[in-house]
């Protein structure tokens, strides 16, 4: 009897282990190798026609900290056209560089500093706060939060790597200040990147091929508010196209918005 149990305890214990490991599965699929003739894909997102004007968000709480309103950063075009914060992922890429870098989400003057990002799965990620009252940083894939933090002290600093360890877009939100939102867009490896304020990316030392190149940028049709006050916008957008990278050699391709 004592032998079953001690089995059976050692059976659930593994199982929990595993249960723990499940999120890394997709991430270890990607294999890190030397490059050999890497090349490079370059580009911009710009955006076709008159973009929407997207007033600013009224601020509902600590406004002796936080201002009484904030720009609307869903949707930002330069005097070019060029559209800050798209994410461009190239797809099926299953062995290559290794991840570098980090992503560091701050909550800096009651905004999330940087208002989108990207990572491979199992990259590390970090959430700071800069401000002196309590932030609580709330991450949800679809539905099901992936983590929720309570950040009471200024410059508190958690790291929520093993968090995000499947491919995803995680919506950000901050539970106590209803204006402040995020994405973290988590890729399968780490040929990703987020477009500058002219609307450029740059990814380097690509393996020689041709791929799916994505494109992906937050909805910013303005759909009205829910019931906290928080503006509510239409669906994300994706573009895809296909791009084929000489060894050695760079791509570039531009990604339209509308």
């Known amino acids: 009897m004592r032998g079953r149990r001690l089995r059976a305890l050692a059976a659930a214990a593994l199982a929990g282990l595993a ?19 890497g090349g490079t894909l370059t580009g911009r997102v710009v ?3 008159t973009p929407p004007q997207l007033p600013p968000i009224p601020v509902n709480k600590n406004r002796d900290v936080c201002g009484d309103r904030k720009p609307n950063e869903a949707l930002v075009v330069g005097p070019d056209g060029g559209v800050r914060g798209s994410v461009v992922m190239i797809e099926g890429v299953t062995r290559g560089k290794k991840p570098d870098g980090e992503v560091l989400l701050d909550n800096a003057r009651c905004v999330f500093v940087g208002h989108v990002s990207a990572t491979m799965a199992g990259g590390k990620v970090r959430v700071k706060n800069s401000d002196s009252i309590l932030h609580n940083t709330h ?6 939060t992936v983590f929720n933090l309570a950040l009471p002290t200024k410059d508190q600093v958690i790291d929520i790597t093993k968090r995000l360890g499947k491919p ?19 890729h399968d490896s780490p040929y990703v990147a987020v477009t500058d304020d002219r609307g450029a990316f740059r990814i380097d030392g690509v393996p020689p091929g041709t791929y799916r190149v994505t494109m992906w ?3 910013f049709r303005p759909k009205g508010v829910d019931k906290d006050g928080r503006p509510v916008h239409d669906d994300p957008k ?7 990278i000489a060894p050695r050699g760079t791509a570039s391709v531009e990604f339209e918005l509308r």
């Open 238 to 244: 994706t573009v895809t196209k296909d791009v084929t």
């Open 217 to 219: 940028h937050e909805g």
């Open 139 to 144: 991450g949800f894939m679809g539905k099901p």
């Open 168 to 186: 995803g877009v995680v919506r950000v939100l901050c539970d106590a200040h209803p204006h402040m939102s995020a994405w973290i867009v988590v």
């Open 47 to 49: 955006f076709v026609g």
């Open 19 to 37: 249960v723990l490991a499940a999120p890394h599965r997709v991430a270890a699929a990607y294999e890190v190798v030397e490059v050999k003739d």
